[in-house]
Nanobody
Framework: QVQLVESGGGLVQAGGSLRLSCAAY????????MGWYRQAPGKQRELVAA???????NYVDSVKGRFTVSRDNAKNTVYLQMNSLQPEDTAVYYC???????????????WGQGTQVTVSS
């Protein structure tokens, strides 16, 4: 079994910064793409940023130039550095990882528990 544990959310004023972390624990052979999604009240969950095992990244247009996704493969951890935060960034942020099991070599997608990010104006 694999578990993703998130940390780093909170309340910040507009223009401020936060850094989210998500660590994967369990019987892990390899992790492919890791990413961050968010869901605001009344809206669908959307992909914010993703990073492959090789370091290729992609971002939703609304965060380009403000957010940076990175990962530490040795620690099975993905980060999301969020700068110049705006009220419209307020949402619950979820990490996601495509994990290849070290037990049965099957790949599955796992989700973190979610962390609240609130940006006040």
């Amino acid at each position: 079994q694999v578990q993703l544990v998130e940390s780093g959310g909170g309340l910040v004023q507009a223009g401020g910064s936060l850094r989210l972390s998500c660590a994967a624990y369990g019987s892990i052979l390899r992790i492919n793409t890791m990413g961050w999604y968010r869901q605001a009240p009344g809206k669908q969950r959307e992909l914010v940023a993703a990073i492959t095992s090789g370091g290729d990244t992609n971002y939703v247009d609304s965060v380009k130039g403000r957010f940076t996704v990175s990962r530490d493969n040795a620690k099975n951890t993905v980060y999301l550095q969020m700068n110049s935060l705006q009220p419209e960034d307020t949402a619950v942020y979820y990490c996601n990882a495509e994990v290849i099991s070290a037990i049965d070599f099957i790949g599955l997608a796992y989700w973190g528990q979610g962390t609240q990010v609130t940006v006040s104006s």
